[in-house]
């Protein structure tokens, strides 16, 4: 069957470029002549137009999540110029998913910010433990060295009640 001087089969090939206006222009028409007058080469076109017009939408979501994280991200640490600060704090005024990102992105970074503290705090910790043993330990030295001298100081004894 030729329609627009090409057969069905001929189309086939031809309908990726065409969506993608990958043709030359006697082409795109030749091409554009058969689908008018084939219902099963226009209704192949037409599903691959919607997947390809879905899966852009989904490329421009991406692409809108990372740019919008990206700037999210730079507003937190300070590392943008006054103009993007101040695009960045309008969009997060207005666009829901800018306040929602935001708000996340906080969460995880007092997340972060605890997580190190209490790193920190347990090496204290450890180290307040370390001093309190070596304490305990000196003054069971000390209470050990009074008690075998005390018999030969009494008056010592007061002093000895101190430590016991
Ligand atoms: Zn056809």
Redesign the pocket.
């Known amino acids: ?1 030729l ?1 627009g001087n ?3 089969s001929e ?1 086939n090939k031809y309908l990726i470029r065409y969506i993608n206006f990958d043709l030359k222009r006697s082409d795109m028409a030749r091409v554009a002549i ?2 008018r ?6 209704e ?1 076109y037409s599903v691959i137009l919607k997947r390809k017009n879905e899966l852009r939408k989904v490329f421009i979501e991406i692409e809108k999540k990372l740019r919008m994280q990206n700037e999210i991200s730079s507003y937190i640490d300070n590392e943008c110029d006054k103009e993007s600060k101040f695009i960045t704090e309008a969009m997060i005024i207005c666009d829901e998913d800018y306040k929602n990102e935001l708000n996340l992105m906080n969460l995880i970074k007092e997340k972060i910010e605890r997580t190190k503290e209490e790193i920190i705090n347990n090496k204290k910790t450890n180290y307040t433990q370390k001093i309190l043993a070596k304490e305990r330990r000196k003054k069971f030295e000390r209470i050990k060295f009074l008690k075998k001298i005390i018999p030969l100081f009494p008056r010592l004894r007061r002093e000895f009640a101190k430590f016991v």
């Open positions: 069957m329609k090409l057969n069905c189309i058969h689908l007058n084939c219902p099963k080469c226009m192949k």
